[in-house]
């Protein structure tokens, strides 16, 4: 596994009297997840690493990995890998519909047209991008290098190039932009791992302050005036982790954040996913393999989604409020439905 991907290894479960309700979630949605499969069988062993997941659709999702080839998943089936022009690891992807992907690597995107992926485009500086697409004619992409002292960047596409610039930098280790959420065209929000929240209206990026916790590692917009971040605790100054840290979840609703919130029976699940298919539904997944969705307030006992040690990395997509799809860095992928 690369060096600059954060492991769990270090992270020590901590037990906590949380008073929070919870339910199973198959009482929620009648939904559970799969048995895991493992999507590149055929691959050498230490070149399965699947790093990101979009699903336009419960019947359709792409996948993305360390080799820079992407995988198809269509009703109940998973491709064979297809390389990616991009090349290198595939950081992310975003797929608005069934025949419109971007995916991103190093500083460089490549787009799918529902067929074939395209030639490879400067994004930005080389970095590890994340990216979001509302639409075919419009995606945003956040990239940061984790480097003290180096800026992350902000992109943006118009459905046949990007622009980008670098964002100033507070120089430390904590200062990386790690996710980034559209909801529409040129309507973002990109979540800082110090804390700092940037929002793109009417072309520009604004910076919020410390609007939440630092720690964070995921957001997921799925409507203008609703946003969720997960991450875990940090008050460790320039330092990335820190043993024992609870996971913790934020909302944002019309424009304001509240307060950081433990994230029930996820204590010790540092750097998660989360996808909001609604404003009343999210599904968040760990590191640790675990899965538990927030609807309407209320936290689902936790479910573990991947069997065996903690992941590199773990993504989630889900494209309605009852299916979603998972994917880690031990090539596993598993529905929701």
């Given amino acids: 596994m690369r060096g600059r991907r954060l492991t769990a290894a270090c992270i020590t479960a901590v037990a906590l009297a949380l008073g929070t309700a919870t339910e199973a979630a198959a009482g929620v949605t009648g939904a559970t997840w799969s048995p895991v499969s493992h999507i590149e069988a055929g691959s050498q062993p230490g070149y399965d690493s699947v790093y990101g997941v979009s699903c336009p659709s419960t019947q359709m999702c792409m996948a993305v990995d360390e080799t820079g080839n992407a995988l198809a998943w269509r009703s109940g089936r998973?491709?064979?890998?297809?390389?990616?022009?991009?090349?290198?690891?595939?950081?992310?992807?975003?797929?608005?519909?069934?025949?419109?992907?971007?995916?991103?690597?190093?500083?460089?995107?490549?787009?799918?047209?529902?067929?074939?992926?395209?030639?490879?485009?400067?994004?930005?500086?080389?970095?590890?991008?994340?990216?979001?697409?509302?639409?075919?004619?419009?995606?945003?992409?956040?990239?940061?290098?984790?480097?003290?002292?180096?800026?992350?960047?902000?992109?943006?596409?118009?459905?046949?190039?990007?622009?980008?610039?670098?964002?100033?930098?507070?120089?430390t280790l904590q200062d990386r932009l790690l996710g980034v959420s559209c909801p529409q065209a040129g309507r973002c929000t990109a979540l800082n791992h110090d804390g700092r929240i940037l929002t793109l209206t009417s072309g520009r990026w604004v910076p919020q302050r410390r609007a939440i916790e630092p720690g964070g590692s995921s957001v997921a917009c799925p409507t203008v005036s609703f946003c969720m971040a997960v991450g875990s605790f940090s008050r460790q100054g320039s330092r990335i982790s820190a043993p024992s840290i609870p996971a913790w979840y934020a909302t944002e609703a019309d424009g304001r954040w509240g307060a950081a919130r433990p994230v029930p029976g996820m204590e010790a699940a540092i750097f998660m996913s989360v996808s909001c298919p609604t404003a009343n539904q999210c599904m968040v997944l760990g590191l640790n393999g675990r899965a538990t969705l927030w609807n309407k307030g209320r936290w689902t006992a936790p479910a573990t989604v991947f069997p065996g040690s903690d992941s590199a990395t773990v993504d989630l997509s889900c494209p309605s409020s009852n299916w979603c799809m998972a994917v880690n860095s031990r090539g596993e992928a598993s529905e929701f439905g």
């Fill in 78 to 171: 998973w491709s064979a890998p297809q390389p990616v022009s991009a090349g290198g690891t595939l950081d992310s992807v975003s797929c608005p519909s069934t025949s419109f992907c971007v995916a991103t690597s190093s500083g460089q995107a490549a787009v799918y047209d529902g067929r074939n992926w395209g030639s490879a485009q400067t994004v930005g500086a080389s970095a590890t991008y994340r990216a979001s697409c509302p639409t075919t004619t419009f995606c945003a992409a956040v990239g940061a290098t984790g480097y003290p002292g180096q800026p992350s960047i902000v992109a943006t596409f118009d459905g046949s190039t990007w622009a980008s610039s670098a964002t100033p930098s507070t120089g």
